[in-house]
């Protein structure tokens, strides 16, 4: 059975996606931005957004019924390779102990104050 979960952010509605698709054993989430989606603003600066995509992250795999520790991959989108110093250390605290392969790519994003877009694949542990 397939379930579709949504932040209700206007993003997935005019883009036509899911946030995340949960297809047990798996949850392949979206790509999340620095948008807090309940009140539609975007932090300054890559750490806050890096922040504020993780918390967005966490809560769309929380409802889900996964966690941070089930992902085994992550795509991150920076639109600038000069901000990758400053983003390390997020994600050294949000992922540190997880380790999920990685791909990083510089591209542009939808809008131009967007700096960072992560998507994840999440495996459901056993045990």
């Known amino acids: 059975m397939r ?30 931005t620095g948008y807090d989606y309940a009140r539609m603003t975007l932090a300054d600066g890559i750490v806050a957004q890096a922040e504020q995509a993780f918390k967005t992250l966490s809560a769309v795999l929380d409802e889900a019924g996964f966690g ?30 997880v380790r999920p392969a990685a791909t990083l790519v510089l591209a542009e994003l939808l809008d131009p ?6 998507e994840v694949t999440a495996l459901r542990s056993e045990g």
């Open 113 to 118: 104050d967007m700096l960072i877009e992560i």
């Open 3 to 32: 379930r579709y979960l949504t932040t209700g952010s206007a993003f997935e509605r005019d883009f036509a996606y899911s946030r995340a698709v949960v297809q047990e054993p798996f949850c392949f989430v979206s790509g999340i």
């Open 68 to 97: 941070l520790q089930d992902i085994v991959r992550v795509q991150y989108t920076l639109t600038d390779r000069d901000l990758a110093g400053d983003l390390s250390g997020v994600l050294q605290r949000w992922l540190g102990p």
